[in-house]
């Protein structure tokens, strides 16, 4: 089955430093993949998302490209700051049979001033 | 445009008492509905999924269930909960192929 695969934190940076949070992902066919955010308390939002190979979603000063040849989405930002603290979730969605989200388990970086 | 309303935010309840979340969407028709949990220090975890009125999918075990009286009501349900029931719940949306989930604020039981 789908499934995706995110690095484990927490990640702690300092205010403008560059962030790298890596994902891969195993799924058939030709999946969207997505970028949630979840602050403190709160639901999930969507960051950003890419529904074909070689696109690349940006959001808020955030980026990922969609590698399918290394099945990666791989989540960047240049400079971060204090209110980028926050779990990061990448997602699929499958393109076959119920099309279910798939989540990795969250990636929760702090940044200090 | 599309909202999702989850309730309640917040919810504290004794160990073998039921339990009933509602969520429901608004601005959208026959879109799929999803619960997920997420235990603390824990990622997120799909226990059901709906893709239209009466359809329910279970992904895991375990002693929840879901209903879905409704094109845009899903309805998380215990007969009996257990402290491990304790967690995150969060309803979501989508429609279409290869598009977004959209979730709601969350609901936080404890179970003591």
């Known amino acids: 089955g789908d499934s995706v695969t995110q690095m484990e934190g927490p990640v702690t940076l300092s205010e403008e430093a560059f962030l790298t949070i890596n994902c891969t992902y195993t799924a058939t066919g030709y999946p969207s993949l997505f970028w949630y955010v979840q602050y403190p308390g709160e639901g999930l939002q969507l960051l950003l998302k890419a529904t074909k190979a070689d696109d690349k979603g940006s959001n808020k000063g955030f980026e990922a490209t969609y590698r399918k040849e290394t099945t990666s989405f791989h989540l960047e930002k240049g400079s971060v700051q204090v209110s980028d603290s926050a779990v990061y979730f990448c997602a699929l969605r499958g393109s076959g049979g119920y099309q279910k989200v798939t989540f990795g388990t969250g990636t929760k970086l702090q940044v200090i001033p | 445009s599309q909202t999702i309303h989850q309730w309640p935010a917040t919810l504290v309840q004794p160990v073998g008492s039921p339990l009933s979340l509602e969520c429901t969407v608004e601005g959208t028709s026959n879109p799929n509905l999803y619960w997920y949990r997420q235990a603390a220090g824990r990622g997120l975890q799909l226990l059901f999924y709906?893709?239209?009125?009466?359809?329910i999918s279970s992904e895991v075990p375990q002693n929840l269930s879901a209903s879905r009286p409704q094109d845009r009501q899903f309805i998380l349900s215990s007969k009996k909960l257990l402290l491990s029931d304790s967690g995150f719940y969060l309803c979501a949306w989508s429609v279409g192929p290869l598009t977004e989930a959209f979730f709601g604020q969350g609901t936080r039981l404890t179970v003591v």
């Open positions: 709906s893709v239209g009125i009466g359809q």
